[in-house]
Structures are given as structure tokens and as C-alpha cells.
């Protein structure tokens, strides 16, 4: 690997601390530890989004199990906390490595100044040769202003510090379109080209101390992929692989470059990663010295949405819809800011510049719930007044409301669109075992 990297390890509670004693899996975090400092060794930049808090609380507090009730939860994060950062810490300093915590809630970046502090702060323990360790605020937070769980949050870290790779380490080693522990014929997926046809079990609920399952990753490398950044699932328990997973997939890279560059495969790097078997039929890979371990990666968009549409899209959480027309969306997709006239109907109660979901209508007259969800703005009129000025031409503003602090009820600059429509994030709901999310580019026997 000549470059230097950004790369973002994701650890769940489950790989931090056991089930059942919740004690802490030293052997486990150790490797973690020498991989992330072997990494830094290499010039690569390390991040790493840490569960755990609360495992480690159990134990301190001969708790049995994860209260349900939420000053019991913040409590046992307080004093989780310190026992997490005080175990990363001795554990790096064995290898003379500085460490810094970061503790984050959407709150502290829903604001563009506070974001962008964020981002510079991180920026600046990177080129000190600092790993940060990056936890979810949980002594403070409350549902509305929860990133929902530490893979989403590393999606979103991934995306403000512009990784290179996200790893979202977890107890299997790659996703499988069945369960393999109920299916024995489970094919591994090995590659995915696009999140939006991807047929995978997604039934995994996670662990009794943690909070995530095999679909919040899915939801995790949907923000990430669209961030540019290639994300990858792979077993916990061997952290070790993490190096040889970025050497194969820079090598692919590469390869995929040179036949591009020669003229005999297209530039998409998934054309040339084709697996080992697919449905029986044995299919080369380009030539590797060897394969690499097993594991499911997600290829980044050739176009990621960068910088402020990234804050816009997946920093903020919205407050309500605007329901607009085709002719409103045509506008902003080519870079027009939002009048008005477009909006069909306003829903949820907000305030001046708070985010907002674009919601699109096949016709004026159709049903709210025909809106297919396009992207986020933020507005300069409350949901009130945009009650009262929508489908009306913009010279009329101030007669309506009284003022007019603008034409537009969202400038084009605070209009982030969802560059795919499958592609943009959603949570998939409990119901759904298995979810269809991207075109499969590799099956592997499981």
C-alpha cells in the first residue's frame, strides 16, 4: 500500500466484552491495539468508533443484564466510560501511542460551526499521529438527538474525516444471502456493487448488551458508500485481517486502474472482482498471491456527496416534510433554489433553518403518501408561514406573511438530493428478516 490512508474500525459492544461475564475480550482488543498501531506505522490514519461504555459498567456495578429504563442506561454510561477509555489507554500506551475520546451526539454537529469544529479537531489529531476513539454521548442523549447506534455514528464519522475504508467489525465474517447458522447451503456475498438490489439476511438483532444487528450495518455502509468511502464487514474476533483486507482491495484497485487504463475493462472496479464460485460455476479472479480473508465489501459511489450535502443529508435530522411537484424537483436537480410555487403541502411543525425531508408528488393533486423521498433542505420560513405561502409565486411573500427574508423557501446551497434513490439510507424495520437493498458483483461458498 504506497498511499496513505484513512480507515475507520467500528467495534461493538459484543467485540469489546463478553456476553455473559462482560468481562473485557483482552485478546481481542490487543490484536485491535497492535493492528491500529502497525497501521499508523504504515502512515495510514486510524479512527476508531468504540462501543462498550456499558458492558464495562455491568461488570463495575454486578449488574446482570442492560437496564431498560434511560437514567439507569445514561448512569451505567457515565460510569462505563471511564473504564473503556482508561482500558484503550493502557493498552496503547504498551505501544507508546497517543489516544483522544470524542464524545458525540447529532446535537454537536447539527449546527454547521459546531460540524465543521468537529471535522477540524479530528483533522488535527490525525496529522499529530493521534488515533481518536469515538463514542456516542450516551450519558446525555435522549432519542431525538441519538445517531441510534455506533454503526451509523461511524458512517457519519467515516464521512466527516473522508475515510478511505470503514470497517464494521461484527461476529460473522461477511453478510450471506440466508443464515447460515439455519441454512448450510448460505452463500457469502462477497462484493456489492449497488446497496439498492442487494438480497441479504439481515435477521441478526445484535447482542443482549449491544444495540445494532446486521441491518443497521446495512443502513452504515449505505451513508458511508454514498460518502465515498469503501466499507467493509468482517469478523471481530480477528482484527488482524483488517491489514490484508485494505492490501487486496488497494491491489484490485490498482489492477482495475491498469486495465482501464490499457482499454480492456471498464473503470468500475466490481466488473473485474468476480468470485471463486457462482452457482457452481468457477469464475477467475484477476491474479492474486493469495485471497484474501473472507468478507463482504461495499464499493463506494463514483460520484460521494462531500462536505456540506453530507452534513445536510445524514447530520442533521429532519423535522418535518416538504411535499413538492415535479417541476420543483426539476428545478433543483439543476441547481435552482426552491420556490414557493413548487410546494404542494407542508407536514410536522419547524422553525427557520431547521432540516427539513423533500418529499416528491407525481402530481399536485396525488396523495401524500405517493411522495418518494429525494433529499433535505433547510428552510428560511417555519412550517407555519410555508403553510401559508406554498403554490404561491414569490412576489406575494411578503402581502401573505408579512415579510420576506427571501424568494426562495430553501436556497439551492441548503438543498442536498440523494444521488440514488435505493442508495439513500433508510432503517429497516423489525419486521424484516431479510431486506433487498444493490446488485451482487461476487458469491463465495459460505
Not at 459484543?14 to 481481542?28: D, F, G, K, M, Y
Not at 469478523?235 to 489492477?255: D, F, H, L, W
Request: proline share 5%.
Amino acid at each position: 500500500m504506497k498511499r496513505h490512508l484513512t480507515i475507520v474500525i467500528k467495534l461493538g459492544t459484543s467485540s469489546i466484552v463478553n456476553e455473559q461475564s462482560h468481562e473485557p475480550l483482552l485478546s481481542t482488543l490487543s490484536t485491535i491495539v497492535e493492528t491500529a498501531v502497525n497501521l499508523r506505522n504504515d502512515g495510514h490514519r486510524v479512527v476508531i468508533c468504540s462501543s462498550g461504555a456499558i458492558g464495562m459498567a455491568l461488570r463495575q456495578t454486578d449488574m446482570e443484564r442492560r437496564p431498560k429504563h434511560l437514567p439507569q442506561v445514561q448512569a451505567l454510561a457515565a460510569i462505563g466510560q471511564c473504564k473503556l477509555m482508561s482500558m484503550w489507554d493502557q493498552l496503547f500506551m504498551h505501544m507508546r501511542q497517543p489516544v483522544a475520546q470524542i464524545l458525540l451526539t447529532r446535537n454537536d454537529i447539527a449546527d454547521r460551526t459546531q460540524y465543521l469544529n468537529a471535522q477540524n479537531t479530528f483533522t488535527e489529531l490525525l496529522g499529530m499521529g493521534v488515533i481518536p476513539i469515538v463514542n456516542e454521548n450516551d450519558t446525555l442523549s435522549v432519542q431525538e438527538i441519538k445517531f441510534g447506534d455506533n454503526d451509523t455514528l461511524s458512517a457519519i464519522t467515516a464521512g466527516m474525516v473522508q475515510a478511505d475504508y470503514l470497517f464494521l467489525m461484527t461476529d460473522v465474517d461477511c453478510l450471506y444471502d440466508k443464515n447460515p447458522r439455519t441454512y448450510p447451503d448460505a452463500k457469502a456475498i462477497e462484493v456489492v456493487e449497488d446497496i439498492g438490489e442487494l438480497e441479504a439476511d439481515v435477521s441478526s438483532a445484535g447482542s443482549s448488551l449491544g444495540t445494532g444487528g446486521m441491518g443497521t450495518k446495512i443502513v452504515a455502509a449505505r451513508l458511508a458508500t454514498a460518502a465515498g468511502v469503501t466499507t467493509i464487514i468482517t469478523r471481530s474476533s480477528k482484527p488482524g485481517n483488517i491489514a490484508s483486507i485494505v492490501r487486496y482491495a488497494e491491489a484490485q484497485k490498482s489492477a482495475a486502474r491498469s486495465m482501464e487504463a490499457s482499454g480492456e475493462l471498464p473503470a468500475r472496479e466490481s466488473n473485474i472482482q468476480t468470485t471463486a464460485i457462482v452457482n457452481g460455476t468457477t469464475t477467475p479472479r484477476l491474479a492474486e498471491p493469495t485471497l484474501p480473508p473472507l468478507h463482504t465489501r461495499f464499493l463506494p459511489d463514483l460520484q460521494p456527496i462531500r462536505d456540506r450535502y453530507f452534513w445536510l443529508l445524514h447530520g442533521l435530522a429532519p423535522h418535518g416534510t416538504l411535499y413538492i411537484d415535479a417541476g420543483a424537483h426539476k428545478a433543483v436537480t439543476n441547481k435552482a433554489g426552491l420556490l414557493p410555487v413548487g410546494i404542494v403541502d407542508v407536514e410536522g411543525n419547524f422553525g427557520q433553518q431547521e432540516c427539513v425531508r423533500l418529499s416528491v408528488l407525481p402530481t399536485r393533486t396525488s396523495p401524500l403518501n405517493e411522495g418518494e423521498e429525494v433529499g433535505r433542505a433547510l428552510v428560511n420560513y417555519s412550517a407555519t408561514e410555508i403553510k401559508r405561502i406554498r403554490g404561491v409565486r414569490s412576489s406575494q411573500i411578503a402581502e401573505i406573511i408579512g415579510y420576506a427574508d427571501s424568494e426562495y423557501v430553501a436556497l439551492r446551497e441548503s438543498v442536498a438530493l440523494f444521488k440514488r434513490e435505493m442508495s439513500r439510507p433508510a432503517t429497516p424495520t423489525a419486521s424484516e428478516k431479510r431486506i433487498s437493498i444493490g446488485r451482487l458483483s461476487s458469491y463465495v461458498d459460505a
